[in-house]
T-cell receptor, first 110, second 113 residues
Framework: QKEVEQNSGPLSVPEGAIASLNCTYS??????FFWYRQYSGKSPELIMS????GDKEDGRFTAQLNKASQYVSLLIRDSQPSDSATYLC??????????FGKGTRLSVIA | NAGVTQTPKFQVLKTGQSMTLQCAQD?????MYWYRQDPGMGLRLIYY???????DKGEVPNGYNVSRLNKREFSLRLESAAPSQTSVYFC????????????FGPGTRLTVL
């Protein structure tokens, strides 16, 4: 059974700090990894995808993948109150639907 | 492009009533999905269609049926609604099921009394 584990939070960080969100997974065959952001009452929206080991940066967001240790993380630099949301980790392994974690709730305190 | 659209946005049903949730995408995606999301439970896959003409059960298919009407449209039907089906329903789609990310519709908030 493919599983994706996330700390449910809430993770509280002060405005301007770095928020670090982590995700571990069980399926070593997983190939593609995604981070979605979901505001309360809204649908999930993609913010980052990562396919190979290492770091991938996009603006204030950095995704990190370590396939040997089976974890993927998302760093948010200079956190803003508008970053307060639930962050969902998802992975793809083969020709099957994405597997989602339950999400980590992030609260950025002004 | 409208992306993924869902109708209705809100619906209230009485126990035993039936209804169909509609989903359409204009991105020429091959695969489409239906999820439900309940507080503390995360997204749970109900049914999916990997390509036009195929449908498969997900994690929680009981009480639901689906129809992939054509490449654009994928509907979800509740034949006899139950209070346990009160939830937010999301439709999603993607072009390539082996690599691409999924794009979500805005959701339908369903309450069954």
């Amino acid at each position: 059974q493919k599983e994706v584990e996330q700390n449910s939070g809430p993770l509280s960080v002060p405005e301007g700090a770095i928020a670090s969100l982590n995700c571990t997974y069980s399926d070593r065959g997983s190939q593609s990894f995604f981070w979605y952001r979901q505001y309360s009452g809204k649908s999930p929206e993609l913010i980052m995808s990562i396919y190979s080991n290492g770091d991938k940066e996009d603006g204030r967001f950095t995704a990190q993948l370590n396939k040997a240790s089976q974890y993927v993380s998302l760093l948010i630099r200079d956190s803003q109150p508008s970053d307060s949301a639930t962050y969902l980790c998802a992975l793809n392994s083969g020709n099957t639907p994405l597997v989602f974690g339950k999400g980590t709730r992030l609260s950025v305190i002004a | 492009n409208a992306g993924v659209t869902q109708t209705p946005k809100f619906q209230v049903l009485k126990t035993g009533q039936s209804m169909t949730l509609q989903c359409a995408q204009d991105m020429n995606h091959n695969s489409m999905y239906w999820y439900r999301q309940d507080p503390g439970m995360g997204l749970r896959l109900i049914y999916y269609s990997a390509s036009e003409g195929t449908t498969d059960k997900g994690e929680v298919p009981n009480g639901y049926n689906v129809s992939r009407l054509n490449k654009r449209e994928f509907s979800l039907r509740l034949e006899s609604a139950a209070p346990s089906q009160t939830s937010v329903y999301f439709c999603a789609s993607r072009f390539n099921p082996s690599t691409d990310t999924q794009y979500f519709g805005p959701g339908t908030r369903l309450t069954v009394l």
